[in-house]
DNA sequence: GTTATCCGGATTTTT
DNA sequence: TCCGGATAAC
């Protein structure tokens, strides 16, 4: 067997993870040191060398695009398609077991799958037919508790509470909504794996169908896995089958939403004679940016412990710059991409990192006022807007009449008269019927229990339903959603709405028809191609923009930065309570994860690092003067170079700062005037504030601290 | 059923 | 400050 293209051009320890005899394999996989490399060239050499059929094998990743990259690496590097091999997503993978067996699994075949928006409406009902006053209880909350208890493998059940009103509240919430899913066969995110999980463990017969079918699994990321994940995992792999798993504990950074890094230590001990390899060879940045990083990542104590390395240069240092506001921040970054453009760069090749959204609308303004065209990451997801889950709730309707979130949904969207009161009235009958809310409907239309205009407004809408299956199921998939559009009057409904988003509304629908045509059915030949695309459409909500081949700058949080890099970052607002984010400095264990998420956004840097603070900063319509970013200061002095304001001194802002001379004590200060105090060394000035004898200056001083005086007793120094 | 107004909340997000 | 959601008034 000739190994050579599977091995070739890897370095040692990419080679020994490749070709690893052990069973249970884990590899530490520092930022840009080849991680998906291995994981594709693995699973390789699993199929070539070792001979295990693409059947026996199944790999799990987080997000829907790193499963589509691995399965076209893999395809790329064997040369055929790898399609008997399992690989997608825990909720992907989960939700493909569930359809294979929907009965075993107690599930309706046509059940649907909640996304955490519709979670939350179904919730919301449940706790407003409880009488749950909703500011006391706030819904969002109970969401966050139900989710919290699958992911932990929970039921109601097996909740333990010593009579607190909070969890006992939640408690009855959360087997109401459990009550109201069964009724609408209705399935959210972590019921997917929960419910999987439950069928593998309560069925013999299909455990040990699928633990002799796979024969290795790979996991991507392993540091992101929740207590849910895991469990499903040791019931997939029994003691044969082989396990690698991909991760690095200096990435973790949901924690928040449920993930244990303690599980890469957990393996450890679960699985016998784990093999650790690290992968310490950095393919992507400079020296300096890497020492940085390591830096910043040596304060953090409960650590499995890496150091990058790269046998790139040095590199240019890190650049720091200390604005005096926001705008100026964005002001000079955009000032900065423009140089880069200017010297023939793409804009697509630089971002814009941050900590959170609020902070991209500055930045937006100023990049539109140069005219730098850019993307933000984030926001409404394809599948998520609202135009386009109405569509789709008709014909979740259709397929499934069942699905009471659906119903809820377009009773009366668009407005057909029947309001709260009608609909209250169907929820009661439901209640009463044990039932959904479809069958409620059509009894109270044959009770006329409602006004006759309603009762013959909510006929229609049955009509409507019951006749548009019969009339579209057997036509193409993107004539169905067509002529759903049109017979539901949702396209006239948003044709009346006014401006921008009219168009755009109208463009969704059009996008959502030619999303359907380009849909690959293929994948779930036992479902109908309707029930699949539907499935698709909650478990992969799409791209947040549609152009996204133009080239432009990419603006996104540190969170959504990680697994992608780019020749030139920029990090904005590395101050004190912003990043580290005041929620997250009292605990150590949080503080931590933000400054892995700090180790993630310096990482993401090829060639050059801006970072970024400002010395006044409105919050929530409050100035605020924040200290600099601990991060900064974690990162050695000889990495940073100090940007000079004088070398901005051209731009129009400062230009006109010239007027703002300060004299005291006969000595003349200036913007961008190099000074010395006694205490904190040489700097330079940023800003004056106020007059007279009360004139505040800020000094950014080249120890990296930056600070606001009264010139007055400063005792400052021209130099 | 639509529009106006008030109030509260305000990290990070994938599936 | 600014956004969205919920409520009240038309």
Redesign the pocket.
């Known amino acids: 067997m000739d190994v050579t293209p599977i091995l070739d051009g890897l370095n040692k320890a990419q080679r020994e993870a490749v070709s690893s005899p052990d069973a249970a394999l884990l590899v530490l996989a520092g930022a840009g040191s080849g991680k998906t490399r291995v994981l594709v060239h693995r699973i390789a050499w699993l199929i070539s060398v070792e001979q295990l059929s693409p059947h026996c094998i199944i790999a799990v990743t987080?997000?829907?695009?790193?499963a589509q990259e691995m399965r076209g690496r893999v395809e790329n590097l064997l040369g055929h398609s790898a399609s008997a091999m399992w690989i997608g997503?825990?909720?992907?993978l989960a939700?493909r077991l569930l359809r294979a067996h929907a009965r075993d699994a107690n599930l309706p075949d046509t059940f649907q799958i909640l996304?955490?928006d519709d979670q939350l409406r179904v919730i919301?009902r449940v706790m407003k037919e409880m009488n749950l006053d909703?500011?006391e209880w706030p819904?969002k909350q109970a969401q966050w508790f139900i989710n919290k208890q699958k992911d932990e493998g929970k039921r109601p059940k097996d909740i333990k509470h010593q009579g607190d009103l909070f969890t006992s509240v939640h408690c009855k919430v959360y087997f109401q909504y459990e009550e109201a899913c069964k009724i609408g066969g209705l399935v959210d995110?972590?019921e997917l794996l929960l419910r999987t999980y439950e069928l593998l463990r309560d069925n013999q017969h299909l455990r040990d169908h699928y633990q002799q079918r796979f024969q290795h699994l790979l996991v991507d990321e392993f540091q992101d896995t929740n207590g849910i994940q895991y469990a499903w995992l040791k019931l997939i792999s029994n003691k044969d089958c082989g396990v690698t798993i991909v991760g690095d504990d200096d990435q973790s950074?949901?924690g928040?939403?449920g993930a244990k890094i303690e599980n890469i230590q957990r393996f450890d001990r679960d699985y016998a004679d784990v093999k650790t390899i690290r992968l310490e060879q950095n393919y992507r940045s400079t020296g300096t940016i890497l020492k940085a990083a390591n830096a910043v990542i040596a304060n953090n104590q409960e650590r499995m412990g890496k150091n990058l390395w790269t046998e790139d240069d040095e590199g240019e240092p890190i650049s720091l710059y200390a604005a005096f506001n926001e705008q100026e921040e964005a002001r000079f970054i955009s000032s900065r991409i423009n140089e880069w453009h200017e010297d023939g760069n793409a804009f697509a090749d630089c971002a814009i990192l941050y900590?959170?959204?609020?902070q991209s609308?500055v930045l937006e303004e100023y990049l539109l006022q140069r005219q730098i065209p850019y993307r933000i990451?984030?926001g409404l997801?394809f599948f998520e807007r609202a135009e386009v889950k109405d569509t789709l709730a008709y014909l979740r309707l259709m397929y499934n009449h069942q699905d009471d979130a659906a119903f809820e949904r377009v009773v009366?969207t668009?407005?057909?008269?029947?309001?709260?009161k009608s609909v209250e009235k169907i929820r009661e009958t439901a209640r009463a019927e044990q039932t959904n809310l479809w069958q409620a409907a059509w009894k109270v239309v044959e009770d006329k229990q409602l006004s006759p205009k309603a009762n013959g407004a909510l006929l229609m809408f049955l009509e409507l339903i019951k006749q548009g299956y019969q009339e579209f199921h057997e036509l193409p998939l993107e004539e169905q959603i067509q002529l759903t559009i049109e017979a539901s009057n949702l396209m006239e409904m948003y044709a009346k709405e006014k401006g921008e988003k009219a168009l755009a509304r109208k463009e969704n629908l059009a996008e959502l028809a030619s999303a359907a045509r380009e849909f690959d059915v293929d994948d779930y030949p036992e479902l109908s191609p309707m029930t699949a695309f539907l499935a698709h459409a909650?478990?992969?909500?799409g791209d947040t923009q549609a152009e996204q081949y133009e080239d432009c700058v990419q603006l996104?949080?540190?969170?959504?930065a990680k697994g992608l890099e780019f020749p030139l970052v920029f990090i904005a607002g590395m101050e004190e309570k912003l990043f580290?984010?005041?929620?997250?400095m009292d605990e150590p264990d949080?503080l931590e994860?933000?400054r892995r998420?700090a180790y993630v956004g310096i990482t993401r840097a090829m060639k050059k690092l801006y970072l970024l603070y400002a010395e006044k900063r409105?919050l929530?319509?409050k100035d605020t003067y924040p200290a600099v970013s601990r991060f900064i200061r974690e990162i050695p002095a000889q990495l940073k170079e100090e940007v000079r304001l004088n070398s901005q001194i051209a731009t129009p802002t400062f230009s006109s700062g010239a007027t703002q001379d300060v004299v005291n004590d006969g000595i003349e200060f200036k913007l961008g005037q190099m000074v010395n105090h006694p205490k904190w060394g040489s700097g330079v000035i940023l800003n004056f504030e106020g007059e007279g004898d009360r004139t505040v200056v800020h000094v950014s001083f080249d120890c990296g601290e930056s600070k606001r005086l009264m010139l007055a007793y400063a005792r400052l120094e021209a130099l």
Do not use: C, V
């Open positions: 987080f997000t829907n695009k790193a997503t825990f909720h992907g939700h996304d955490s919301k909703d500011t819904p995110f972590g950074i949901y928040w939403r900590r959170s959204n609020a609308r990451y984030g997801k009366n668009p407005p057909r008269g029947l309001g709260q909650s478990l992969e909500a996104m949080t540190l969170h959504s580290p984010h005041m929620m997250s949080k994860e933000e998420l409105r929530w319509g």
